[in-house]
């Protein structure tokens, strides 16, 4: 079975600061895929970055990087230079199998502090 | 831009109601989806559809349904609207082809269900 884990509920960053969200993984597919979406008070889900099990690279969008590390099932978001607009919940996901539906963790609340 | 819409923002319903949730997406994509959110628990998946007049179960399928009639649009549908279905719900789309970062879901803005 597949899962995903985030342990932190909440983070606080000066703004400015990088910040590090913590995102774990189990699944036994070998090929899969890992998202981060970012879902401001206003509800809508907005997508970030995605990391693929292959890709030989870490995944990279402007602010957002992702930390991947195959061995220990992990791909943390890492923001940097965070914003005031950061303030949000964010979610990763994990995609596999024959459907390839995404599984979400619990999310991490992020607020800049100013 | 992907765009789905979600034909309302906030509802409130009584305990026994039958309640349509509807969602609609503009850009042909095949796969449709629909999650519920609650605190501390994040999205689950409810229905997913890969194609008009599929429709599969997911991980919290029980006291719902769906209805996929035209590729464009996916229905939630609650028998029997009980208190615990209080929710969030969300609706996605995506390509097909399975996942990837090319084909990541694109989100409605939810609708906030508040059931009496």
């Known amino acids: 079975a597949q899962k995903i884990t985030q342990t932190q509920p909440g983070m606080f960053v000066q703004e400015k600061e990088a910040v590090t969200l913590d995102c774990t993984y189990d699944t036994s597919d070998p090929s899969y895929g890992l998202f981060w979406y970012k879902q401001p008070s206003s509800g809508e889900m907005i997508f970030l970055i995605y990391q693929g099990s292959y890709d030989q690279q870490n995944a990279t969008e402007g602010r957002y990087s992702l930390n991947f590390q195959k061995a220990r099932k992990s791909a943390n978001l890492v923001i940097s230079a965070s914003q005031l607009g950061d303030s949000a919940m964010y979610f990763c996901?994990?995609?596999?199998?024959?459907?390839?539906?995404?599984?979400f963790g619990k999310g991490t609340k992020l607020s800049v502090k100013p | 831009d992907v765009k789905v819409t979600q034909s309302s923002r906030y509802l409130v319903k009584r305990t026994g109601e039958k309640v349509f949730l509807e969602c609609v997406q503009d850009?042909?994509?095949?796969?449709m989806f629909w999650y519920r959110q609650d605190p501390g628990l994040g999205l689950r998946l409810i229905y997913f559809s890969y194609d008009v007049k599929m429709k599969e179960k997911g991980d919290i399928p029980e006291g719902y349904s769906v209805s996929r009639e035209k590729k464009e649009r996916f229905s939630l549908i609650l028998e029997s609207a009980s208190t615990n279905q209080t929710s969030m719900y969300l609706c996605a789309s995506r390509l097909a082809g399975g996942w990837g970062g090319n084909s990541p879901l694109h989100f409605g803005n939810g609708t906030r269900l508040t059931v009496t």
């Open positions: 850009m042909d994509h095949e796969n």
């Open positions: 996901a994990l995609a596999g199998g024959s459907q390839g539906n995404l599984i």
